[in-house]
């Protein structure tokens, strides 16, 4: 019974979020403001376009990428010596290290892919 309750209260609140807002849309008073959209990367060029998406991805990844690596330390203290811990928390410290080559490579990557583009399409 409360189950069947929630289930109608959830198509109820989606109903409402999906088409609400058209309930509030009028017919010919309707005023048509223009929206100018800015290009909020401000990329002139897919080579700029990837460089600022690379910025963003290494500033965000770095931080993870430390606090992963704290983890993995953490992983190894918590072991005290068990074999199965200690697998683990290796594991965890190979994977995050593949993550900060790949995230500090990702520049590289870009550069490469870059210029196999302008070869081919120059």
């Known amino acids: ?46 080579e700029a376009l990837v460089t600022a998406i690379l910025e963003v991805v290494v500033a965000i990844g770095t931080p993870i990428a430390i606090l992963a690596i704290i983890y993995s330390g953490f992983l190894f203290v918590k072991a005290q010596g068990k074999p199965e811990a200690l697998k683990t928390a290796r594991e965890a410290l190979i994977w995050t290290i593949v993550g900060v080559a790949v995230l500090l490579g990702a520049r590289l990557l870009a550069t490469v ?3 196999t583009i302008t070869g081919l399409g120059a």
């Open 113 to 115: 892919i870059q210029g």
């Open 1 to 46: 019974m409360i189950k069947k309750n929630f289930n109608r209260i959830k198509y109820l609140a989606t109903y409402l979020a999906l088409f609400l807002p058209f309930g509030f849309v009028k017919g010919e008073d309707a005023v048509i403001i223009p929206v100018k959209l800015d290009n909020p990367i401000k990329a002139e060029s897919f």
